[in-house]
């Protein structure tokens, strides 16, 4: 899988933010806000192919957690990716 290309991560003071852009307009109604975690690994994804043992690797090694865990996590990260249309 893949992250979609047509959207810029950005970081507002402790808020990072993404809008959807509409033909060549920004549409301000669908405004994506990431936690540091999930900006993170948006940053470590962008423009490369992965899968959910990638995005496990990426957390077990920056948030020292068990591969089991950061699995976990992945998954459900990528759920949330999914269902807001961040996906390719």
């Known amino acids: 899988m893949k992250l979609r290309s047509d959207l810029t991560?950005?970081?507002?003071?402790?808020?990072?933010?993404?809008?959807?852009?509409?033909n060549g307009i920004l549409d301000l109604s669908k405004v994506f806000c990431l936690n540091r975690s999930a900006a993170h690994l948006w940053s470590?994804?962008?423009g490369v192919?992965?899968?959910?043992?990638?995005?496990?690797k990426i957390l077990a090694k920056e948030y020292e957690l068990t591969l089991t865990q950061a699995f976990?996590?992945?998954?459900?990260?990528?759920?949330?990716?999914?269902?807001?249309?961040?996906?390719?």
């Not at 507002?12 to 852009?21: F, L």
């Not at 192919?49 to 496990?56: M, T």
């Open 49 to 56: 192919e992965f899968n959910e043992n990638d995005v496990a």
């Open 44 to 46: 470590k994804l962008q």
């Open 72 to 88: 976990n996590d992945g998954v459900y990260l990528i759920q949330k990716f999914r269902s807001a249309n961040l996906l390719q």
């Open 9 to 22: 991560l950005r970081q507002i003071g402790n808020e990072y933010i993404m809008v959807e852009p509409e």
